[in-house]
């Protein structure tokens, strides 16, 4: 099967971009930029989120208290960010909270403990049960076919035409 396909064809699925962002031992913040994120259980209340196991984030964010923040529209350098790709001008800003640093200004913050992980190939998936969670009526930031987009809001008048 050829992998580079696969990814291709995948891209096809918009899905919203997400940075999981966690305190180091050293009590500093870390992340790392994911869109395999979802919804599982909401008695309890649980989220997934998928990490490549090559990636130093996936050991690190083991048994720890986690943050999924949600980018907003306007955080496109916050993805790339938290993707490996350095922002020299990004002037990040965060809310420190009991589970885990949040990024200001984020559509939507998921506070979550770890719940459980799981071998999926080569991705870790981590099962976070939350533990207190926010949002806004920002417009978010989708990544579809290999690029960053956003949503557009619609009304209420809008959807019923």
């Known amino acids: 099967m050829d992998t580079r396909e696969l990814r291709n064809c995948l891209g096809k699925f918009a899905t919203g971009v997400t940075v999981v962002t966690w305190y180091g031992d050293d009590g500093e913040r870390y992340g790392v930029t994911v869109n395999a994120f979802t919804s599982v259980s909401l008695d309890p209340p649980l989220v997934l989120v998928s990490i490549d196991c090559k990636a130093r984030a996936c050991s690190a964010l083991k048994g720890r208290n986690f943050v999924v923040n949600v980018l907003s529209h306007n955080q496109e350098k916050e993805a790339w960010q938290f993707a490996g790709r350095s922002q020299p001008d990004l002037q990040l800003e965060w809310d420190d909270a009991l589970q885990g640093p949040k990024i200001k200004?984020?559509?939507?913050?998921?506070?979550?403990?770890?719940?459980?992980?799981?071998?999926?190939?080569?991705?870790?998936l981590y099962l976070g049960k939350v533990a207190k969670f926010s949002s806004t009526d920002k417009e978010g930031l989708v990544f579809f076919k290999g690029k960053f987009s956003r949503t557009n809001n619609m009304d209420e008048e809008t959807m019923k035409n």
Do not use: I, M, S, V
């Not at 200004?105 to 870790?124: I, M, S, V």
């Open 105 to 124: 200004n984020a559509l939507a913050h998921f506070e979550c403990e770890p719940w459980r992980e799981y071998e999926g190939g080569d991705h870790t």
